[in-house]
């Protein structure tokens, strides 16, 4: 280490001190860190040559075609398959999708699983124990069910809506994100299992997936989606880091010297090991490039990191010193998370029931009350005649497709194909899942009279909406991971059934079933909306629950809702317009690259490029109503300590998230999220609540390090990023740090 980096460190030491009070605590069990490494490095020094290059590679155990090899007997049907050295009692990895559940791959598993909400939905509870608990649950259902690695944690910042896979991760800040998905990894880790984090990074798109280069400066880098790993990390301390099947600033990023090297391992000081994305791995250099393991090998042009690395590290020392890392690496993985000491399949039985009240509640924190005029929800249970209208809501709710797709007992209560030829025509199916929000809404009003249309004709879901009291129309958008989408309408002439519906029955309310933000032409004909998201195994309960008053709602989003497209950094999804649609993301033609220019926005993502650019939302970011009121009193600060004290003044008990934002600089506007908590309040009821601010998140990074300008720093409370309190301003000193290694203490919410 140079002189220079020494004392950047020291600098850095001393300055994370004073922040080491009520906030900060050390990871859990500090101790386990060491054991793992040493155990790791003993496991080492006893393999021989033959067998280190058993942990690198693995496959996919799924029946790939006619002559591809059966999957090894203690194999189990799911995403990866990485086998074990018994002889030193290093467990084979046993992999399955996802951050939503153990996934159904395709209807190859016939045993059903909990689905928790999508991850947008997770998100917008706001709710860090909430998460955890999601994550234990499924982590628990992983390991019952004889896995022993959950590729979960997925964390990609939403920097295009149009992204098909947003519904997968948890919006648009890292902070916000970052902290959830340290709090997801956690809990699924907590069954001595991995977690990976993925896909790192900048994965901000599904078009060209495998080919299109984000360019982005490091300083923007590392202020955005490398700041919600790193925050992921702290946190949770997954096991393995999945890389991504984008190209960073030119180098594929699963054989990025930058991204795996310096920044994860060099700077962050990570200790376990980078797997592959399933067929990202360009050869065999990504050995000396950082990746640990390629994953689903099938998948890429050859297998690199068997026999081939074997025979590299014969004669290259740089290649044998890799190989040796690898196996630590991975080793440490399987230590620190205890995989050995617990077997796959030890998981006990799964508490089907337990499981489905933990995605219900998810699911009720999740849903956010968008608009509520003239407090028309929630609804009564004496309402005589409710017109529901489209949406499948007579036979389940929507889920999010690709592999992180989960089904419960029984697979899908309907599937739709879109249709198309060749070996991933299936995996562009639509499908909802078993839980029926007509049945539920019946449940809770019995006494109502329900007319069900299912929306295709609208002059017949205008003749029923006319006859009822209150339309309900369920609109749906689906996304899948391999594409994204063209525009932010709703599909199949929703909106055109919604305007009709609504002009025919004033007291017209919508739920959103969909992926991510959606553009509502027919808004201010409606009374209410409400975003249900893909709101999983218990999704129409939720809706039920919260439209007629079970669950007073307090989701929030997190992520911004434009008013259009035009309010986007850029026009198309990079490659849309000029790419025919591809699933598997494969370039057309062997060297094309095709760029996303992520500099555009920098680290202004979402509600922060709207401040930039003087935007305003449709719904903005940290937006979501309630049926009670809240009020938050004047913020006090004192350094990057804040308090304010939330009421709650209505006359239900509920939920809300206090927010805190940047606001300004030195008289430089630039916004951000520096703190949030979630505080549920009796009617009645008040709570202080205290932010310690992350220094990260009012710092720039520059030359290597972070930074904070002396001057003047503006702060407000925002009930979200556009509505905000008092500013309040700060006198704050001129600091420079570099992050802790991953491991030591660090601060935690
Ligand atoms: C996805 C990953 C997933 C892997 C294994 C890839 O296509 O990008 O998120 O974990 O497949 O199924």
Redesign the pocket.
């Known amino acids: 280490m140079t002189h220079h980096r020494v004392m950047l460190l020291a600098t850095t030491l001393a300055i994370l001190a004073p922040f080491a009070g009520t906030g900060a605590i050390a990871r859990d069990r500090p101790q386990a860190g060491r054991d793992a490494s040493a155990r790791a490095e003993a496991t080492l020094r006893r393999m021989r040559g033959d067998e280190k290059t058993v942990l690198t590679h693995g496959i ?1 155990p799924l029946p790939l075609g006619e002559n591809a090899p059966a999957p090894p007997a203690d194999a189990i049907a799911g ?2 398959y990485v086998p074990g050295l018994p002889r030193l009692g290093v467990p084979a990895l046993r ?1 399955t ?2 951050s939503l559940g153990v ?1 159904y791959v395709f209807g190859l598993r016939k045993d059903g699983a909990t689905a928790l909400p999508s991850g947008l939905a997770m998100a917008s509870s706001w709710n860090d124990a909430l998460v955890e608990q999601g994550g234990r649950m499924i982590g628990g259902e992983a390991k019952a069910k004889g896995f022993n690695v959950l ?1 979960a944690g ?1 964390v990609n910042l939403m920097r295009d809506p149009r992204n098909g ?1 947003n519904f ?1 991760y948890l919006g648009e800040d890292p902070l916000l994100a970052g902290t959830l998905a340290g709090h997801a990894i956690r809990g699924i880790q907590s069954n001595n299992i991995i977690s ?1 984090i ?2 790192f990074a900048l ?1 901000g798109q599904e078009t060209a ?1 495998k080919f299109v280069d984000s360019t982005i400066s490091e300083s923007a880098a590392r202020e955005s989606d490398l700041l919600a790993f790193r925050i992921g990390m702290e946190i949770g301390n997954p096991g393995s880091v ?1 890389c ?2 984008n190209r960073v600033n030119g180098e594929q990023a699963c054989a990025s010297d930058r991204l795996l090297n310096r920044v994860l391992k060099r700077d962050w000081g990570y200790k376990g090991f980078v797997m592959s ?4 791995v360009p050869g065999l250099n990504a050995a000396l490039k950082g990746l640990d393991q390629q ?2 090998e099938q ?1 890429d042009t050859g297998v690199f990191f068997g026999d081939r690395l074997a025979a590299a590290a014969q004669s290259d020392p740089a290649y044998a010193a890799r190989r040796d890392d690898m196996n630590r690496r991975i080793l440490w993985a399987i230590y620190e998370h205890g995989l050995d000491r617990s077997p796959a399949g030890a998981g006990g039985a799964i508490d089907v029931q337990g499981n489905a009240d933990v995605a219900q509640r998810v699911a009720e924190q999740g849903i956010v009350l968008l608009r509520n005029q003239h407090g028309a929800l929630p609804l009564a249970a004496s309402s005589r005649r409710i017109a529901v209208i489209g949406g499948y809501a007579d036979t389940g709710v929507l889920s999010g497709a ?3 797709q989960v089904q419960g007992q029984g697979g899908p209560a309907l599937s739709i194909p879109l249709g198309g030829t060749g070996p991933w025509a299936s995996f562009i199916t639509q499908s909802y899942q078993r839980s029926v929000p007509l049945a539920a809404m019946k449940a809770l009003a019995p006494q109502t009279d329900f007319r069900f249309r299912d929306g295709r004709y609208i002059a017949d879901a205008v003749a029923q909406a006319k006859a009822a009291d209150v339309a309900i129309v369920f609109a749906t958008q689906w996304s899948t ?2 594409l994204d989408q063209p525009d932010l309408s709703l599909p199949n002439g929703q909106d055109a059934l919604i305007d009709a519906v609504a002009r025919a029955n004033p007291n017209t309310i919508v739920v959103l079933e969909t992926g991510g933000p959606v553009l509502m032409p027919w808004l201010d004909r409606t009374v209410a909306v409400v975003e249900a998201w893909y709101p999983g195994g218990r999704g129409g309960e939720a809706i039920a629950s919260v439209l007629f008053g079970r669950t007073n709602p307090s989701g929030h989003l997190p992520i911004t809702f434009p008013a259009g497209i035009n309010q986007l950094p850029r026009r198309v999804v990079d490659g849309f317009d000029v790419l025919e649609p591809d699933f598997t993301g494969n370039p057309p033609h062997g060297d094309m690259v095709l760029k996303a220019d992520y500099n555009i926005e920098g680290s202004d993502i979402g509600y922060r490029w709207n401040a930039r650019q003087h935007l305003k939302a449709l719904f903005p970011f940290g937006h979501g109503l309630s049926y009670t009121r809240f009020t938050t009193s004047a913020l006090q600060m004192n350094g990057t300590r804040a308090s304010v004290t939330v009421a709650n003044t209505g006359d239900r008990d509920g939920a809300t998230v206090a927010q805190l934002y940047l606001v300004s600089r030195n008289g430089k506007p630039g916004q951000r999220l520096v703190g949030y908590q979630r505080v549920d309040l009796a009617r009645g009821g008040s709570q202080r609540v205290d932010f310690d601010i992350d220094p990260r998140l009012l710092a720039d990074w520059a030359d290597g390090g972070w930074s904070m300008p002396a001057g003047t720093y503006v702060f407000a409370t925002g009930e979200d990023a556009e509505t905000l309190g008092m500013p309040v301003s700060v006198r704050m000193a001129a600091r420079r740090w570099i992050d802790a290694p991953l491991g030591q203490p660090v601060r935690q919410r």
Do not use: I, P, V
């Not at 994305?277 to 990202?280: L, S, V």
């Open positions: 996919m995403a990866g992999e999708d996802a996934a590729l997925g896979r997968e990976t993925k896909h994965n997936r999945m991504a099947y994305d399933w067929g990202a994953s689903g998948l690709g592999s992180s991971e391999g």
